[in-house]
């Protein structure tokens, strides 16, 4: 008998599962089924066999991800190395930067200037001709894996740019490719999806549909008028994305960004998110991944509460995504250092905390996009009477520096003065106070800037998942103002935290002394430490304490006898902690032994002690 492949014992595995979700999605749609089926089978036989490796070492070792020295950053090609080539020569930075995970924004073909950051894709077969070819992407792909580096790039599937193929027949008037979309003759149908479906731009981008003239039919458009939704109700939409996924993975992306997800699927008289017909989709991905190409990993882009988040984990035994976004305590991190208030911090630890250990979380400042105040405001009103509206516009007031004191540079984005819901752009240096500070401020305003900054990320550091910088934040780069003189970006405020990586500043990172200096090596000490010691695996046991004061978080993570007690204070005063569990403890940080009971906490500074059953950090 002839011995079954790897391939056909995955499919096995998965086919009667796989086959059940698609003809519950498609009634009558077997032969769809069957083309899925065949291009799995086409892109699984031209996988490379370096990648075939790679699938198998990682089906061997499936908690690859899960461990402590996993540390990513993000990044535009064009903004940090000008071409695919160039972010190749750029390795031995990342490596030195700590760094084994690197997100490279959307590179694939997009039209200019209506690209909405290469989040409208012309061509999902080709990269942006600027930036390089595919083959490119591949040698990249294979340096990185040389050298242990993962590749994580967006897969942005909820729609095409009006510029693709499929759009550009659509909008000549083939009917097949006009199913691929959502168009309409006239605004009957597209109203009643007003009613009940928000929206993602209410100020760049109003409305949820396109007329267009020359077709004389509606488009929808949730995002800009220029990226049309994809119809995922018609079978060959999803086989033909499903296919262009399968592709980028073959070209070696280890991560794949499943960019606006909760979106996909849409049905008249609901919000058109988190649909159950979403995770019916996301879970067919899982598989197919798991089936063609099992080293590959999905990371679901979902900026939203907690309870809508989570479901996108899947269960045990139907697994959807590898990786989210911990967007919650990213956003209530800012608010923290607005209100220099810990305590929604401190709750909302407790209820990452509570959630099982196998999930994984990516840790992060910021990104690529602006920050929304998806803040508990249920828990704010009841606990300390914050009202939602009146507490954004205090926090929008505060990161652009118009409230007394603050000490912020940001911007607003969409100001929706209808909702009052706008959100908030910035670098973190900019958003933590060190632009103003090195622009205005004294010597000192410098030193406690900068160990904001540090303790920021060392806060993002302490929790379980993987930490994921911003490239340049590691070197304290501001916000880049010149985007407003770009006509092609000035409407976006996003681009003010997406600016050109300073390489001249990276430079001054060896410089004793140099602001670039002390983050640069203070954030990859932090690194170094968080991968070297066993209390912040993803398996430790995290809590949180009361410090006794409200503007101090503690946190601790014990994990095989070892106990790290880690205090972060968001105000400008110095404060007094306590410890007390353990005669003597090590501090990771400054180094050496401390004695149990009060310790000095630095204005915006942050500890990380161990307390240890054996003394082997203390020789
Ligand atoms: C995601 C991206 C964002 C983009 C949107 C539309 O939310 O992060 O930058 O504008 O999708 O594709």
């Not at 909405?116 to 894709?121: E, K, M, R």
């Not at 109203?191 to 209410?202: A, D, L, W």
């Not at 973190?428 to 004294?442: F, R």
Request: net charge negative; proline share 4%.
């Amino acid at each position: 008998m002839r011995r079954q492949s790897d391939f056909h014992a995955r499919l096995d595995r998965h086919y009667d599962e796989l086959k059940w979700l698609y003809c519950e999605l498609y009634e009558g749609g077997l032969n769809h089924f069957y083309d899925l089926c065949d291009k799995m089978e086409a892109r699984q036989a031209a996988r490379p066999a370096a990648l075939k490796k790679l699938d198998k070492d990682r089906e061997g070792s499936p908690d690859w991800y899960r461990k402590n020295d996993m540390a990513g950053m993000m990044m535009y090609t064009e903004a940090f190395a000008g071409t695919l080539r160039g972010v190749e020569r750029k390795l031995d930075y990342i490596e030195e930067s700590g760094i084994n995970y690197i997100h490279l924004m959307p590179l694939l073909d997009s039209p200019e200037g209506k690209s909405d950051g290469g989040y409208a894709v012309s061509d999902f077969t080709k990269v942006r001709p600027d930036l390089g070819t595919m083959k490119d992407l591949s040698h990249l792909a294979s340096k990185c894996h040389q050298r242990g580096i993962s590749l994580c790039l967006d897969f942005v599937m909820n729609h095409t740019s009006e510029e693709h193929e499929w759009a550009r027949r659509a909008r000549a008037g083939e009917k097949e490719y006009q199913d691929m979309y959502f168009f309409y003759d006239d605004y009957d149908i597209p109203s009643q999806y007003e009613k009940t479906c928000p929206q993602v731009f209410p100020t760049t981008a109003p409305g949820n549909f396109t007329w267009l003239p020359d077709a004389e039919k509606f488009v929808m458009t949730t995002f800009y008028p220029y990226q049309w939704d994809l119809n995922y109700r018609n079978p060959i939409v999803f086989n033909a994305m499903a296919d262009n996924l399968m592709n980028l993975t073959n070209h070696g992306v280890d991560i794949i960004r499943i960019d606006a997800v909760p979106y996909i699927w849409k049905e008249l008289g609901t919000s058109c998110r988190n649909l159950p017909q979403v995770h019916n989709i996301v879970r067919m991905l899982r598989m197919i991944c798991e089936i063609v190409c099992p080293g590959v990993l999905l990371l679901g882009e979902v900026v939203m509460e907690p309870e809508k988040v989570v479901p996108y984990f899947g269960t045990v035994e139907k697994p959807e995504c590898h990786m989210l976004y911990n967007v919650t305590t990213m956003a209530t991190t800012w608010h923290t250092v607005a209100t220099k208030d810990v305590s929604l911090l401190k709750r909302q630890m407790d209820i990452v905390s509570s959630l099982p250990k196998e999930y994984v979380f990516l840790n992060y400042l910021r990104c690529h996009d602006d920050i929304g105040w998806g803040l508990e405001y249920s828990w704010l009103k009841g606990a300390e009477q914050m009202e939602e509206i009146p507490h954004k516009k205090f926090l929008n007031d505060f990161f652009t520096g118009r409230y007394p004191g603050s000490f912020a540079r940001g911007q607003l984005y969409n100001d929706d003065k209808a909702s009052g819901d706008a959100r908030l752009c910035g670098t973190t240096a900019s958003l933590c106070g060190l632009e103003k500070a090195v622009k205005e401020g004294t010597r000192e305003d410098v030193e406690n800037a900068i160990r904001f900054d540090l303790t920021l990320h060392g806060y993002m550091f302490t929790l379980s998942g993987i930490p994921v910088v911003y490239s340049g934040d590691e070197i304290g780069q501001f916000n880049d103002y010149s985007y407003v003189e770009d006509p092609k970006k000035a409407a976006d405020s996003r681009y003010l935290h997406r600016g050109k990586f300073h390489w001249d500043a990276a430079g001054l990172r060896d410089e004793e002394g140099t602001m670039e200096n002390l983050l640069f090596h203070g954030i990859r000490r932090m690194e170094s430490i968080r991968s070297s010691f066993s209390v912040f695996s993803n398996k430790a046991d995290v809590k949180t304490v009361d410090s006794g004061d409200i503007s101090v978080l503690h946190l601790t993570r014990s994990y095989g006898g070892e106990t790290l007690e880690a205090f972060f204070n968001f105000s400008d005063s110095p404060k007094t902690v306590w410890v007390s569990d353990s005669a003597e403890y090590a501090d990771l940080l400054e180094g050496g032994p401390k004695r149990s009971g009060s310790l000095p906490l630095k204005p915006y500074g942050m500890l990380w002690l161990l307390s240890s059953t054996s003394n082997k950090y203390f020789s």
